[in-house]
């Protein structure tokens, strides 16, 4: 049974730093694609970053040169670091795994998810 978790969300003001863990078990984590969206209320889940297995990764416009996406499968986890957050980041934060080829944007495309960590930034 493969179970996602994640961990490292809070409350911070703008322009600090957080990072997000996903701890992965159930199956052979080097093989997964892997992803960050979040949810702020009232709105859609939106994609934020995803990792393929040979470490390729893709982010969305809004978080690019602040967020880094990495992985570390010694230990079955990815990692989001988010640096210079904004208001706007504020949201929760699910972590999500694929095991295919190829990177995704797409929520459907995943399979698994976490329970998802609260991020607030506040101004």
């Known amino acids: 049974q493969v179970q996602l978790v994640e961990s490292g969300g809070g409350l911070v003001q703008a322009g600090e730093t957080l990072r997000l863990s996903c701890a992965v078990s159930?199956?052979?984590?080097?093989?997964?694609?892997l992803g960050w969206f979040r949810q702020a209320p009232g709105q859609d889940r939106e994609f934020v970053a995803a990792i393929g297995w040979n470490g390729v990764t893709n982010y969305a416009g809004s978080v690019k040169g602040r967020f880094t996406i990495s992985r570390d499968n010694a230990k079955n986890t990815m990692y989001l670091q988010m640096n210079s957050l904004k208001t706007e980041d504020t949201a929760v934060y699910s972590c999500a795994a694929r095991w295919d080829t190829f990177l995704s944007w797409t929520p459907t495309d995943y399979s698994y998810w976490g329970q998802g960590t609260q991020v607030s930034v506040s101004s």
């Open positions: 159930g199956r052979t984590f080097s093989g997964s694609s």
